[in-house]
């Protein structure tokens, strides 16, 4: 149980603080038309994912706020040019005013907005990397789908070869007389079953070599898929979870948002320099701070209701958080669970069982042949050698499924599988 401890180190790991992800290997335009890996597969879904794009979009939004909270002065400067005549009984002239204001900000506002912006960008990464990853994820998911409607099909196509032959051998012996004619019926019911489970694979392997080319954005006639149905090693060294990244950078950003609104109660004061000349020739200058009032709720505004509906944000978010971690803890154990079970089932079906399960089936005709088995056990046989296959390729899908799931829910690299 060596692996399910990695597996629950890695829920320490998945709770810590964040960071970057490992650089997967880069790959190129034919890669993606030949996948011969799963992260082949996971990279080039990643690479052509407009999914990534839309996350990328709103981290470049993130980025942009963040450059509009660097401002340092709350508004542009305001100029006042007023110019009025003078007339009187025996003379007339012209004055001219001019005032310059400038707003500014008190009670470290500006910084107190950047450290939103900051937790925003925060947020941005980790989403962009979780989403990051459920792409990586799916692409090897349907990746190991065609791979296994693959194997699946091959392994029926040959049994369906191997029930033509019991049909053939049934219909000659029926038309001699030596069985009964229910005898054929029972072959060609059991050649139809085959080959209806032979088309319907078919039609899986197709229908998962579709999904899989839309996730690389091409098309499903340029993919050639290769490769064998071998769990990825799982990396014990996993990364912590950026859902719980982006959980706690909701919180730091909302709770620096409700100590922007108790620093915007502070009325900003506005600086005044006054430039004036009169009619009588003076050149008058000044100038004074210019300041609001604040007035008693509900009288005037406080931003008390704002403040307490972020405090209450800030409640929910932390919630959020706390939710977010018991679920990676639960996803974590399940993880590990299932991977234990699916090695167990694997090891059911040793390589002496499998391969004399294909060596039987292969000479079920032949032996009918020598008059060693009759028709009905022969079919019976088929039945149950098939059924034993077909279930190996099952458990082994089920244990790369299985590995994967382990992967996300620890934070494990998927796009550096070979």
Known sequence: MQLSFELICGLVLAVSSPSNLPSAPAVDGDACRRISSPGTAARCAVRRSPVLEVAASELDAARARRE?????????????????????????????????????????????????????????????????????AVAVDVYYQVLVAQRRADELTHALEVARALERLAGERADAGVIAGLERDLARAARIVVERRVLDTRRERDRARAHLAAAMGS????????????????????????????????????????????????????????????????????????????????????????????????????????????????????????????????????????????????????????GQLDLRSALMAQQTLLELLQGQLEAEYELCISTVTAAVATGADIEGWR
């Open 68 to 136: 509009r909270a660097k401002i340092v002065l709350p508004s542009n400067p305001t100029v006042d040019l007023l110019v009025a005549g003078r007339r009187g009984a025996t003379d007339r002239d012209v004055n001219v005013y001019g005032t310059l204001r400038q707003e500014v900000e008190i009670g470290g506002q500006r910084r107190r907005r950047m450290g939103v912006a900051d937790a925003e960008l925060e947020q941005g990464r980790a989403d962009a990397t979780t989403e990051r990853r459920k792409v990586a």
């Open 219 to 370: 098309s499903a006639t340029d993919l050639v898929i290769t490769g064998s149905l071998t769990p990825p090693v799982l990396n014990a060294a996993a990364q912590p979870r950026p859902e719980l990244a982006s959980a706690s950078a909701r919180v730091r950003a909302q709770d620096r948002r409700t100590a922007v609104l108790r620093r915007e109660r502070l009325p900003n004061p506005a600086f005044i320099a006054v430039l004036q000349r009169d009619g009588f020739g003076e050149l008058v200058a000044g100038g004074g701070v210019s300041m609001g009032i604040p007035l008693p709720s509900p009288l005037g505004h406080t931003a008390k209701a704002e403040i307490a509906h972020s405090r209450a944000l800030v409640r929910r978010l932390r919630a959020d958080e706390a939710l977010t971690k018991r679920r990676i803890a639960v996803e974590v154990e399940s993880a590990s669970s299932d991977l234990a079970g699916r090695r167990e089932t694997v090891a059911l079906y040793d390589v002496e069982a499998t391969t004399s399960a294909r060596a039987s089936l292969d000479a079920l005709a032949e032996a009918m042949a020598a």
